[in-house]
T-cell receptor
Framework: AQSVTQLGSHVSVSEGALVLLRCNYS??????LFWYVQYPNQGLQLLLK??????LVKGINDFEAEFKKSETSFHLTKPSAHMSDAAEYFC??????????FGDGTTLTVKP | DTEVTQTPKHLVMGMTNKKSLKCEQH?????MYWYKQKAKKPPELMFV???????INESVPSRFSPECPNSSLLNLHLHALQPEDSALYLC??????????FGQGTRLTVV
């Protein structure tokens, strides 16, 4: 069975500061890992995905994540936060059996 | 067209009403999904259709009835809902059963 743990339900950074959102996973098979962003009352937008190719994955809006098998982690980073990055972020592990498991989410606040 | 379109965006219904949520995608994806998302919570999978056939039902109450009329459309029929069913209902589609594309959701309020 797969599971995802997002460490820190709330993260606050200053505009221009580094963003680091943590995600650890548990999976008995090689995982497919995703980060999604959700703005209020909207759907989920895919930021980036890991599907067993390069371990450093680059996504939209300068986000990137590194898959570390030894640490079972897939942390999301962005070098410089922008006010528009304030949103809810979900880490998810998918299987090709059609099921997905989401983390509980991390609310990112960006202070001016 | 890389969108998943959901209608309506907002819906208020009484506990004795019957209503339907609609989802449409024109990406040729073979799998379509319904998720329920409560405030400040992650999405919870409800149903999965693969090649227009129901493949996963996550023990959803029968007051929610999914339907897949064709490969581009997915409906969720609602009947005799409870106030606790109020949530954001998200539709998604996928070609490979792994990467999912989400719609903007229908905000449902049951009164």
């Amino acid at each position: 069975a797969q599971s995802v743990t997002q460490l820190g339900s709330h993260v606050s950074v200053s505009e221009g500061a580094l963003v680091l959102l943590r995600c650890n996973y548990s999976s008995s098979v090689p995982p497919y890992l995703f980060w999604y962003v959700q703005y209020p009352n909207q759907g989920l937008q895919l930021l980036l995905k890991y599907t067993s190719a390069a371990t450093l994955v680059k996504g939209i809006n300068d986000f990137e994540a590194e898959f570390k098998k030894s640490e079972t982690s897939f942390h999301l980073t962005k070098p410089s936060a922008h006010m528009s990055d304030a949103a809810e972020y979900f880490c998810a592990v998918h299987t090709n059996a059609g099921k997905s498991t989401f983390g509980d989410g991390t609310t990112l606040t960006v202070k001016p | 067209d890389t969108e998943v379109t959901q209608t309506p965006k907002h819906l208020v219904m009484g506990m004795t009403n019957k209503k339907s949520l609609k989802c449409e995608q024109h990406m040729g994806h073979r799998a379509m999904y319904w998720y329920k998302q409560k405030a400040k919570k992650p999405p919870e999978l409800m149903f999965v259709y693969s090649y227009e056939k129901l493949s996963i039902n996550e023990s959803v109450p029968s007051r929610f009835s999914p339907e897949c009329p064709n490969s581009s459309l997915l409906n969720l029929h609602l009947h005799a809902l409870q106030p606790e069913d109020s949530a954001l209902y998200l539709c998604a589609s996928s070609q490979d059963g792994v990467e999912a594309f989400f719609g903007q959701g229908t905000r449902l309020t049951v009164v």
